[in-house]
């Protein structure tokens, strides 16, 4: 059975799925591949899959949006009085567009950079929720928030994989992280692919010891 390096991200879509491809790739030229293999998940994956969204986490991406100038002057208003009075129905119709543009983005972004970037292969389709897992040996999260959960659910199980922040790991710099691209436009995301193009095969090397 191969051991498995994780990658972890909040919604296991834009940033640990490419992460798990380069190590993949990684893994494959260096002949480690098949004793090893790569695998990723998101930490809300069951939370975002099932729409129980907090009104601090639907700001969030309002605020992106907003920043972004995507709403009209009207729009911005009714939105602020929403947010104002804790109006949850006419929050999520804007949390709900701003995530259908996004993902939408996130998807034509990929499909255009990676190519670009020379990584090969196809990206999966699916999302897995982060659990405690047996069979893996290190977990490496994209940033440090998703760190902090993923610490806390091998702390309460019997398992023992590396866990670390994939950045400050290949770097040893504690501060280092790749902080999320939803929703902040091409040039944002082909950064944070070409980080991980330069940090996922040096994580990759130390955990193997390649």
Do not use: W
Request: glycine residues 8%.
């Amino acid at each position: 059975m191969a051991r498995l390096i994780e990658m972890v991200c909040t919604g296991n879509q834009g940033r640990s799925p490419v992460a798990e491809l380069i190590a993949r790739n990684h893994l494959k030229s260096i002949g480690a591949y098949g004793d090893y293999d790569s695998i990723s998940s998101g930490t809300l994956v069951d939370t975002i899959e099932s729409g129980n969204h907090t009104m601090g986490s639907m700001r969030l991406v309002i605020d992106i949006a907003a920043q972004r100038s995507l709403y009209s002057p009207e729009e911005t208003r009714e939105l602020e009085d929403a947010l104002r009075q804790g109006n949850t129905p006419v929050v999520r119709k804007y949390f709900d567009n701003a995530i259908g543009l996004f993902d939408k983005e996130e998807v034509e972004n990929r499909a255009e950079i990676l190519p670009l970037l020379g990584i090969q292969g196809e990206v999966k389709t699916t999302r897995n929720q982060t659990v405690a897992r047996p069979d893996t040996i290190a977990v490496f999260s994209i940033d440090k928030r998703n760190y902090t959960i993923v610490e806390g659910l091998y702390e309460n199980s019997s398992y023992s994989p590396v866990i670390d922040v994939l950045s400050r790991y290949a770097t040893g710099n504690p501060d280092a992280e790749l902080k999320n691209t939803f929703g902040k436009g091409k040039e944002v995301y082909r950064k944070g692919v070409e980080q991980m193009l330069e940090e996922v095969p040096v994580a990759v090397n130390r955990i193997i010891g390649a």
